[in-house]
């Protein structure tokens, strides 16, 4: 079982970046896939970005260029830095993992909230 615990959402204006931190129980270098997804009200759930254990990243294309996916293996967190945020950008982001490099997202974070004023 992987516990995926986010932190460090919040309020920010237009062109500011907050940092997301996910905290996973284990070994993240176990985690074929980890990545961070979103959700806004209204709308479909979408992939932000994700990172497999042998770095390769994907981003959304909307996103490309302004956020960078992370992790920091001593400390088994991935991260997710968001600059140049939009109110677009707005919305519930959720850690989550493939462990097994299948394409099941089979855990998930708590999700933290991300609002971008204009």
């Known amino acids: 079982q992987v516990q995926l615990v986010e932190s460090g959402g919040g309020l920010v204006q237009a062109g500011g970046s907050l940092t997301l931190s996910c905290r996973v129980s284990g070994r993240i270098l176990d985690l074929s896939v980890t990545g961070w997804y979103r959700q806004a009200p209204g709308k479909q759930r979408e992939m932000v970005a994700r990172l497999t254990v042998g770095e390769t990243t994907r981003y959304l294309d909307s996103v490309k260029g302004r956020f960078t996916i992370y992790r920091d293996n001593e400390k088994n967190t991935l991260f997710l830095q968001m600059n140049g945020l939009k109110p677009e950008d707005t919305a519930v982001y959720y850690c989550?993992?493939?462990?097994?490099?299948?394409?099941?997202?089979?855990?998930w974070g708590q999700g933290t909230q991300v609002t971008v004023s204009s």
């Open positions: 989550a993992t493939d462990p097994n490099g299948t394409n099941r997202w089979n855990y």
